[in-house]
């Protein structure tokens, strides 16, 4: 019995180490992508499906997507891999290719509930989360520059 317990305090141990090690690996692409321009991150959790991570990197001179990694899997030992197919897009674009990711994710949610852009569920395909937030933050910065100028 004893040897099952410290089995299970090894394991326990083991899962923290891992994760520890998976964050720092999401803190240093986010610091390495912060430079790049405005950022958005979306996560979707994976119960029986994968999760997904997806950060955007938006250059607000050009409008366009700049840079995009996605991390996409079960285990912990996946990484970020670079995700050229947004790269130039504009935020509808993108937007569009999360609703279209979405209803192919959550096909049955989707039926009762279509997405709308002001729900703030976290049923929302990680892709759509990140563009909101960034639509979120554009909105907020053109806000404060319009009471700055007042």
Not at 43 to 63: C, H, M, N, Q
Not at 87 to 112: F, H, P, W
Not at 117 to 141: C, F, G, H, W, Y
């Amino acid at each position: 019995m004893q040897v099952l317990g410290i089995v299970a305090i090894i394991i326990i141990v083991l899962q923290q180490l891992i994760v520890i090690l998976q964050y720092k690996t999401y803190q240093k692409v986010v610091r390495s992508m912060r430079h790049m321009g405005l950022l958005g991150i979306g996560a979707r959790k994976g119960r029986i499906r994968p999760g997904e991570i997806v950060i955007l990197s938006y250059d607000i001179e050009t409008k366009k997507i700049n840079a995009c990694k996605r991390l996409r899997g079960i285990t912990v030992f996946e990484r970020f891999k670079d995700t050229p197919e947004f790269i130039g897009l504009s935020l509808d674009e993108v937007c569009g290719i999360g609703i279209t990711e979405d209803a192919k994710i959550n096909r049955r949610y989707r039926s009762k509930h279509p997405y709308d852009p002001n729900e703030p569920s976290k049923k929302k395909a990680a892709l759509i989360q990140a563009t909101e937030a960034i639509v979120r933050r554009l909105e907020r910065d053109s806000k404060l520059s319009e009471s700055g100028d007042e």
